[in-house]
T-cell receptor
């Protein structure tokens, strides 16, 4: 089945130690999103790629960066994680074909910062 | 600017009772509307979407929602709640020319036995 895959599902990192979360998709969608979700809150968009074009949200901290080496993969890098960065990180994709704005989500990576 | 309001951060219903989760949107033109469900420690799954076809939209797991332009609402209903429906539900809206989703704050649905 076509899907969005996130690895790892659970990640523990130390305060200040760089961490990378990965996302891959078999849907061949041209848009990929990274969201941060804290407990009992709505997902908060960090940035997204439309093909190779990177779009950063104005309030996304500089500590967060992303790479999209090809259509299938997208990475979230947190350069110096703080305790406040502990959250669920969700990757999503959409195709936009025929104005289909539906987003398809991966299972998420829960990040713990110790 | 578009916005989404979900009335009630928590909704509690008895098993077998009607489920009603409220969503109101603010938009200058009829938007696209979505309901997603999230189970604990999982990603979001699309329940249903409105994209200007039928105003009554049927989704998965027995849920449906009705787009009411005059009330700027897109409430989610299910005739009979099941224990497995306990989850967080998010309403989202996008513009006709803006593909990014604006999210409501979410409603946690609690099912009482």
């Amino acid at each position: 089945d076509a899907m969005v895959i996130q690895n790892p599902r659970y990640q523990v990192t130390q305060f200040g130690k760089p961490v990378t979360l990965s996302c891959s998709q078999t849907l061949n969608h041209n848009v990929m999103y990274w969201y941060q979700q804290k407990s009992s809150q709505a997902p908060k968009l960090l940035f997204h790629y439309y093909d190779k074009d990177f779009n950063n949200e104005a309030d996304t901290p500089d500590n967060f960066q992303s790479r999209r080496p090809n259509t299938s993969f997208c990475f979230l890098d947190i350069r110096s994680p703080g305790l406040g960065d502990a959250a669920m990180y969700l990757c999503a994709t959409s195709s936009l074909a025929g104005r289909n704005y539906e987003q398809y989500f991966g299972p998420g990576t829960r990040l713990t910062v110790t | 600017a578009q916005s989404v309001t979900q009335l009630g951060s928590h909704v509690s219903v008895s098993e077998g009772a009607l489920v009603l989760l409220r969503c109101n949107y603010s938009s200058s033109v009829p938007p696209y509307l979505f309901w997603y469900v999230q189970y604990p420690n999982q990603g979001l799954q699309l329940l249903l979407k409105y994209t200007s076809a039928a105003t009554l939209v049927k989704g998965i797991n027995g849920f449906e929602a009705e787009f009411k332009k005059s009330e700027t609402s897109f409430h989610l209903t299910k005739p009979s709640a099941h224990m497995s429906d306990a989850a967080e539900y998010f309403c989202a809206v996008s513009g006709r020319s803006n593909y990014q989703l604006i999210w409501g704050a979410g409603t946690k649905l609690i099912i009482k036995p």
